[in-house]
């Protein structure tokens, strides 16, 4: 009989967005990878597992959070370090919030410095066809078997062929992974490190940030989550570049705002921004009074510019 024990941790992907630079949260924890805000469970003192959560970040970064959802629960043998005989079950969370003055030993940080393949704004990342194609037809190659080397071949192709689906960030990851092709597995397979593909995180924190970008990108086309991340008051561009920065996705300018006005999203307040240079632009807040309007007033991606290649 296994004699194991297992303990709970919470993590939290902090995710903001300021103008075209979707962010997220990371904290120092004597290691050399970013980490996100994490600590364990206390039954004892805290009610919900939800409530532990709070009292880590606020500790670790002085945010009070505000939209707060939980995202999945992680416990693979061997993505996260812990003491002998112990296994950590990492309940990971999505927040979103605006970026305010960070704590000590905190930093905002890109979120695709960790995911570069997930940015198509401009135009398909060029490291796919040069680096992540190649090595993963290698791996579909060295396949232990033609049923394995079938089920790979699939993957890649829902992962990285025609038709890029923004939401599958965590299968994409997870492929990587497998295949070597991130820093992560090496070093919890406890090979040598032969490095990877974007920057490395502490433990499984990688992959929970991949499934929060998932979570987000998905809740944009259905619920109005992107209005947690805005200022009160901004700009058809600002939202249009605030959507495209979390989706990794180019959009139609004139299709995007008649999606918004069809849906009832927002609401102009008959003043104008002053930018420092270009025609003053009329500034717009959300209209909360849509949530009980209508089940899901989101912002729909079918309104991108043209398909990526």
Same mark, same amino acid.
């Not at 970008?213 to 249009?240: C, D, H, N, S, W």
């Not at 979390?246 to 008649?258: I, V």
């Given at each position: 009989?296994?004699?194991?024990?297992?303990?709970? +941790?919470?993590?939290?992907?902090?995710?903001?967005? =300021?103008?075209?630079?979707?962010?997220?949260?990371?904290?120092?924890?004597?290691?050399?990878?970013?980490?996100?805000?994490?600590?364990?469970?206390?039954?004892?003192?805290?009610?919900?597992?939800?409530? +532990?959560?709070?009292?880590?970040?606020?500790?670790?970064?002085?945010?009070?959070?505000?939209?707060?959802?939980?995202?999945?629960?992680?416990?693979?043998?061997?993505?996260?370090?812990?003491?002998?005989?112990?296994?950590?079950?990492?309940?990971?969370?999505?927040?979103?919030?605006?970026?305010?003055?960070?704590?000590?030993?905190?930093?905002?940080?890109?979120?695709?410095?960790?995911?570069?393949?997930?940015?198509?704004?401009?135009?398909?990342?060029?490291?796919?066809?040069?680096?992540?194609?190649?090595?993963?037809?290698?791996?579909?190659?060295?396949?232990?078997?033609?049923?394995?080397?079938?089920?790979?071949?699939?993957?890649?192709?829902?992962?990285?062929? =025609?038709?890029?689906?923004?939401?599958?960030?965590?299968?994409?990851?997870?492929?990587?992974?497998?295949?070597?092709?991130? =820093? =992560?597995?090496?070093?919890?397979?406890?090979?040598?490190?032969?490095?990877?593909?974007?920057?490395?995180?502490?433990?499984?924190?990688?992959?929970?940030?991949?499934?929060?970008?998932?979570?987000?990108?998905?809740?944009?086309?259905?619920?109005?989550?992107?209005?947690?991340?805005?200022?009160?008051?901004?700009?058809?561009?600002?939202?249009?570049?605030?959507?495209?920065?979390?989706?990794?996705?180019?959009?139609?300018?004139?299709?995007?705002?008649?999606?918004?006005?069809?849906?009832?999203?927002?609401? +102009?307040? +008959?003043?104008?921004?002053?930018?420092?240079?270009?025609?003053?632009?009329?500034?717009?807040?959300?209209?909360?009074?849509?949530?009980?309007?209508?089940?899901?007033?989101?912002?729909?991606?079918?309104?991108?510019?043209?398909?990526?290649?």
């Amino acid at each position: 009989m296994s004699k194991e024990s297992v303990s709970i +941790g919470l993590s939290a992907a902090i995710v903001s967005v =300021e103008g075209e630079h979707p962010s997220v949260l990371v904290v120092a924890h004597d290691a050399v990878e970013d980490a996100l805000p994490f600590g364990p469970f206390d039954p004892a003192q805290q009610r919900t597992l939800e409530s +532990g959560l709070r009292k880590w970040v606020g500790e670790q970064t002085r945010f009070d959070l505000g939209y707060t959802e939980q995202l999945y629960t992680f416990g693979d043998k061997g993505r996260h370090a812990s003491a002998a005989g112990t296994r950590v079950v990492s309940v990971g969370y999505l927040a979103l919030t605006r970026q305010g003055k960070e704590a000590p030993e905190t930093q905002w940080r890109g979120w695709y410095h960790y995911f570069p393949w997930e940015d198509w704004r401009d135009s398909k990342p060029l490291m796919i066809e040069s680096a992540i194609l190649p090595a993963l037809k290698k791996f579909v190659k060295d396949a232990p078997n033609s049923e394995t080397a079938e089920q790979r071949r699939e993957r890649v192709n829902v992962c990285f062929g =025609e038709g890029w689906d923004e939401e599958r960030v965590l299968e994409r990851y997870e492929l990587l992974y497998e295949a070597g092709l991130v =820093e =992560e597995f090496w070093r919890d397979s406890g090979k040598p490190n032969k490095g990877g593909l974007g920057t490395a995180m502490l433990y499984d924190h990688r992959r929970i940030l991949a499934t929060a970008i998932a979570r987000l990108r998905g809740k944009l086309k259905y619920r109005p989550v992107v209005f947690e991340l805005m200022a009160p008051t901004f700009t058809l561009l600002e939202l249009q570049r605030a959507v495209e920065a979390l989706a990794g996705l180019r959009l139609h300018k004139q299709n995007f705002r008649r999606l918004v006005a069809e849906q009832g999203l927002v609401e +102009g307040t +008959g003043k104008f921004s002053a930018p420092a240079r270009g025609r003053p632009a009329e500034l717009f807040r959300f209209r909360r009074e849509v949530l009980r309007e209508r089940p899901a007033p989101g912002v729909r991606l079918g309104v991108r510019r043209s398909k990526a290649s």
